[in-house]
Each structure stands twice: as C-alpha cells, then as structure tokens.
T-cell receptor
Framework: GENVEQHPSTLSVQEGDSAVIKCTYS??????FPWYKQELGKRPQLIID?????GEKKDQRIAVTLNKTAKHFSLHITETQPEDSAVYFC??????????FGGGTRVLVKP | GAVVSQHPSWVICKSGTSVKIECRSL??????MFWYRQFPKQSLMLMAT?????????EQGVEKDKFLINHASLTLSTLTVTSAHPEDSSFYIC????????????FGNGTRLTVT
C-alpha cells in the first residue's frame, strides 16, 4: 500500500515569514495529492490539491509543488499570519480512491 | 460546496455498550464514504471504506465485527462501535467524495467518543 512521510512534525515561524512542509510518497502510481488544514478539535479542511499531470499550483499565499520523479511534494505558505497556525496534513491517493495521510505538521506562527 | 454532516459531535458511553455514529452527505450523493480514526496529536488513520449497497472494506488491523459499517443509501453511512472499551475512545471522522476518482474529499465534523 501507499506510505506517506511528512516533515517536519512541528514548525515555528515568525509572522510574515514563509513556511514549507515536505512530503514523500512510496507508490509511483499515486496521482492525487491534497493538503488539509486542521484546527484543534475540528474537521480537516482542504486548502489546496494537485494532480500528477501538474508540477505546481498556487492559490494566493499557498502553493504546492510536485516532483513525480522524486516522489515528493511540498506545501509553501508565504507571508504567514497567526491564523495560519494549525496542523497541516498532506495526503496521497492510490488508485484514485482512498487517501493515505502523512503524520501531520503542527505550524505555529508567532506574532 | 459539498457538505458532510456527522452526528453526534460528541458522546460519552459506558464500557460494554454500543454507539452509532451517522455520516450524511447533504447536497450530493456519495457511493463511497470513508471512516477515519484520529488519536490526540496523531494523523488520520483510515479504518474502512463504506460502499453503498455492499459490504465495507476494512483496513488491516480493524475488527469488522467491532466496527460495524452500514451504507444503506447514497447519502448515509453509519459506524457502530460495538461493546466499546476505553481504548476505543478517539475522534472518529467520516468523509465522502463528491465526484469520482481524484475529486476532493470532504470531511464531517467528527465525533469525539469517550468510553468510561
């Protein structure tokens, strides 16, 4: 089955700086890679996703890059704000169906 | 946007009793729903895939007789934790895909189960 590794597990940044979270996946057949943001006690919210036929996608302050050869993808948050503080999960879909999640990154943006 | 409703949001039960959690897709039909479990400060672990009109597919290590899943309609899946024990205390989250393969997965609000 698919295995997704996520780093770092915690990330502390100063407000206004950038945050980068990296994930690797094991199965080269995986073709859909969403990122979720989860605040304490709440549901995960989809913030951006990328499909395997695209190398990069951007939505305002959030961007995701995908390197299929190396089997890794990254989330970039620019101009971080305190409300960006949360746990972020990457995920990968194998066979277009179930998602396998990374271990999560706890992001703290210090004002 | 696609909305997934989960009920109850929290429940406390005594050891040995059963608890049913409902997951509904409110504005779309979901032939497949997914049930996840999340322990504190950990990731989401897939428990089972719920298929409308057929048996659920359980992940390795998940007891199908303990976690009963029923997906009787295109908008409702239920998870019943039978003979609950304190170690079953966790955050259970359902999710549904609004389209076909590789479409976004939307999550319910989750159910925090505490077994005393």
């Amino acid at each position: 089955g698919e295995n997704v590794e996520q780093h770092p597990s915690t990330l502390s940044v100063q407000e206004g700086d950038s945050a980068v979270i990296k994930c690797t996946y094991s199965d080269s057949a995986s073709n859909y890679f969403p990122w979720y943001k989860q605040e304490l006690g709440k549901r995960p919210q989809l913030i951006i996703d990328i499909r395997s036929n695209v190398g990069e996608k951007k939505d305002q302050r959030i961007a995701v890059t995908l390197n299929k050869t190396a089997k890794h993808f990254s989330l970039h948050i620019t101009e971080t704000q305190p409300e960006d503080s949360a746990v972020y999960f990457c995920a990968a879909t194998l066979g277009g169906n179930k998602l396998t999640f990374g271990g999560g990154t706890r992001v703290l943006v210090k004002p | 946007g696609a909305v997934v409703s989960q009920h109850p949001s929290w429940v406390i039960c005594k050891s040995g009793t059963s608890v049913k959690i409902e997951c509904r897709s409110l504005d779309f039909q979901a032939t497949t729903m997914f049930w996840y479990r999340q322990f504190p400060k950990q990731s989401l672990m897939l428990m089972a895939t719920s298929n409308e009109g057929s048996k659920a597919t359980y992940e390795q290590g998940v007891e199908k007789d303990k976690f009963l899943i029923n997906h009787a309609s295109l908008t409702l899946s239920t998870l019943t934790v039978t003979s609950a024990h304190p170690e079953d205390s966790s955050f259970y989250i359902c999710s549904a895909r609004e389209g076909f393969y590789n479409s976004p997965l939307h999550f319910g609000n989750g159910t925090r189960l505490t077994v005393t």
